[in-house]
């Protein structure tokens, strides 16, 4: 059996590792590292100095998997385009699997944030093993998301008492807050999406390169700071060639 760990490493703190984390980075053989667009530099570069900073048994072997391209942002047919995207990644990494880590051997995944969310690492392996062409066993090791670094940095609640909280991509928000959620966090924003919807009688919480050194962080009354914030984010995307964001939208009253 080919055993794989699904290691969440934080969205860009390096203190954000756990302790579990960082001891598995002792556990694996081979690491299987994903190579994709703009941001994959310094992506690549954070996740090869955890394991150099908490791995003692020697360098692992690594190899490369080089995403296919991504096509949906024009494609008519988004969840086709999506699905023919993930049949191509998941051919290649089991070939990968197949031809670079042996029989009784582990390799690794370092996953951004936690690999519960909006990570399609996760399932492709879980599909990998679920198909048993190769014998693979899999384990997840949880991490810290985007959306804790962001409620910790803004120190506030991510629910409000007993109420629901919703996440999601920003795709899905256009048309404004969904309907009977007060507080909606929003992820995967290549559009700056807040500062199109109606926005009053509702606070934003924002926050690009969170634990990074180039963090940032704007809140207040959508109303007065959508325009402020899509400007530094402009601003911010222009200097380092990409952006991460992440934003909790909260009705007040
Ligand atoms: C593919 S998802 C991966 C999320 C990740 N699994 C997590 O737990 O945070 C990428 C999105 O996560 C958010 N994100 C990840 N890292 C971030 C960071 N350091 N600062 C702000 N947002 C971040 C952004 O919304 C980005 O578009």
Not at 38 to 65: C, I, K, M, N, Y
Not at 136 to 158: C, K, N, Q
């Amino acid at each position: 059996v080919r055993r794989i760990l699904l290691i969440g490493v934080g969205a860009g703190d390096p203190d954000h590792l756990t302790l579990q984390a960082a001891r598995a980075m002792n556990a694996f053989d081979v690491l299987f590292a994903v190579t994709k667009d703009e941001a994959t530099d310094e992506l690549v570069a954070f996740r090869r100095e955890l394991v150099q900073r908490h791995r003692s048994v020697g360098a692992p072997r690594t190899v490369e998997l080089a995403d296919p391209p991504r096509p949906w942002r024009d494609a008519p047919d988004y969840p086709a385009a999506v699905e023919a995207w993930r049949t191509a990644r998941l051919a290649r990494w089991e070939q990968a699997i197949r031809d670079h880590l042996g029989d009784g051997e582990c390799g690794a995944f370092l996953v951004w944030g936690d690999p519960s969310l909006y990570e399609s690492t996760l399932t492709i392996v879980a599909q990998i093993a679920l198909r048993g062409e190769l014998a693979v066993e899999y384990d997840v090791i949880p991490g810290i998301s985007s959306v804790h670094a962001l409620t910790a940095r803004h120190r506030i609640p991510l629910n409000r008492v007993g109420r629901a909280v919703q996440i999601t991509p920003a795709r899905l928000l256009a048309g404004g807050m969904p309907d009977g959620v007060d507080d909606v966090v929003v992820m995967l924003d290549a559009q700056q999406t807040f500062a199109s919807i109606p926005a009053d009688g509702i606070d934003i919480y924002w926050g690009a390169y969170l634990g990074t050194p180039d963090e940032l962080l704007l809140s207040g009354p959508l109303a007065e700071m959508a325009v402020e914030i899509a400007r530094v984010r402009s601003e911010a995307r222009d200097r380092k060639g990409w952006i991460f964001d992440t934003y909790l939208l909260r009705r007040t009253g």
